[in-house]
């Protein structure tokens, strides 16, 4: 028997094998794009080594693809028929997986949460389990879950700088971003390779709306970024976000067309940064040229990969926009199917927010304002079930506010915008709506104030 980095059993006595396994959790962690090799590695050296196939299966579930399956399922066959002599640790960690396999992602997180309580140094599970929870909406569990355990962590344990990123992204997307701040900024100095840290801090200070401070991050950053795998484009996506809320343009479609958007990549979470981009340039009156066009080829080819929600809902926003009605049908249709013929979270998840919000996203690219108004009103405090952060679901409130602006529902939308600028008052685009809603509304002398506070933000 061996033993991983911070001491934990691993049922192999085929130490080329333990080793393997360490380098993969170490360079998964770091979304180094050569993980795949490390983990052909494990599995070369011992091939009844029963974590190996459990680890080849969480990281293919990482690519939130019902695509990958058949070859997950693969891995759950080969973890338990390799586990009989596994430690009670291992075969709970299988026991996750094949929920995951199955679609019961609560079921997946309560054993991580017992693996937890018992074995707090288990990164794997912690790293899995949190990105679980990120994917359900439970936000305050992000942070919880590593509160927990973090004390049973000190910098002589190998990976303590990635359990502090963990922790600093549950702390923001708790809204505690004083701490968030401090413990992703250390964990950056533990691992400048840390990734997921980065991102933490880079989501606080969207958050604050420290738009200068943020691209200051970003940019000392990214020369580390070029051997990492498409996690790398949502840190890219960030960056033009801030660009985007003073103004810039020109410099958000430069990143858009060189690191955001890889033509023609299915990757879930270029999917999700390329259409949300597009979708708030088009909200502030953005031409965007044909790039609308090029993504709804990539994602009209993806309907009926049910991976995950928030992912469709982004797919749909690319057949809308460029006008892919049928497509857009289609894609309803296969939710509609999949939601009555399965019993798992995604299905769950599909009658409640996936489906309403693909009808709203299709009302707006048809320009049916007030049913896209209407549905996101009254789903609203539904979309967290579908995952993702703060910063990412705030598409579809600035989709809600569009919606009613371009229905002319001018009250609502004066009201939205007031709600707006004193939540987030950093976005210049957020002042100069508000400031044409007071002057619709007649309100003069509100409308001037609104473009001068504008003009704070504006790098024009």
Request: charged content about 25%; aromatic content about 8%; glycine content about 8%.
């Amino acid at each position: 028997m061996a033993i991983d980095e911070r001491g934990l059993p691993l049922t192999t006595d085929n130490d080329a094998a333990a080793a393997a396994y360490n380098t993969t959790v170490w360079r998964s962690l770091e979304y180094r794009a050569d993980t795949v090799d490390h983990m052909q590695q494990v599995l070369d050296a011992d091939p009844e080594f029963a974590m190996g196939h459990c680890l080849k299966g969480l990281l293919l579930t990482g690519f939130q693809s019902t695509r990958m399956r058949a070859a997950v399922g693969e891995c759950v066959t080969a973890a338990e028929a390799a586990s009989r002599h596994a430690t009670s640790r291992e075969k709970a960690n299988i026991a996750a997986l094949r929920a995951m396999y199955e679609g019961n992602r609560r079921k997946a997180c309560d054993i991580w949460e017992d693996i937890l309580v018992h074995h707090p140094t288990d990164l794997l599970a912690l790293r899995h389990l949190t990105h679980a929870l990120f994917w359900s909406g439970r936000s305050f569990e992000l942070r919880d879950a590593v509160a927990r355990g973090v004390r049973a962590w000190d910098e002589s344990v190998p990976g303590y700088g990635f359990v502090l990123g963990m922790y600093s992204f549950g702390l923001e997307e708790s809204a505690e971003y004083g701490r968030a701040e401090e413990k992703g900024k250390r964990a950056v100095e533990l691992n400048r390779d840390d990734l997921w840290a980065v991102h933490a801090v880079a989501h606080v200070l969207e958050m604050q709306g420290r738009l200068a401070d943020g691209i200051e991050w970003l940019t000392e950053s990214g020369p580390d970024w070029a051997d990492r795998n498409p996690f790398k484009s949502h840190l890219w996506w960030h960056l033009a976000l801030y660009h985007l809320e003073r103004g810039e343009f020109e410099r958000v479609f430069k990143l858009y067309d060189l690191a955001v958007r890889t033509k023609g990549s299915d990757f879930y979470i270029e999917i999700q940064n390329a259409s949300a981009m597009l979708w708030r340039l088009d909200f502030l009156g953005v031409d965007v040229g044909d790039r609308w066009s090029e993504l709804a080829d990539t994602c009209e080819s993806r309907i009926g990969d049910m991976g995950l929600g928030f992912t469709t809902t982004h797919d749909m926003m690319a057949l809308a926009m460029a006008g892919r009605f049928d497509a857009a049908d289609r894609l309803l249709e296969a939710l509609r199917d999949y939601a009555g013929s399965h019993d798992d979270y995604a299905s769950a998840t599909m009658q409640s927010v996936t489906i309403p919000l693909c009808e709203a996203v299709r009302a707006y690219g048809s320009k049916d304002y007030g049913r896209a108004r209407e549905i996101l009103a009254e789903r609203r405090d539904d979309i967290i079930l579908n995952g993702a952060s703060h910063a990412q679901r705030d598409v579809f409130a600035q989709a809600l506010i569009e919606s009613a602006l371009r229905g002319g529902e001018m009250d609502l939308a004066r009201a939205l915008l007031s709600a707006r600028v004193e939540e987030k008052p950093h976005g210049c685009g957020s002042w100069l709506k508000y400031a044409d809603t007071l002057e619709k509304t007649g309100d003069a002398d509100g409308a001037a104030t609104a473009r001068a506070e504008a003009a704070k933000y504006s790098v024009h």
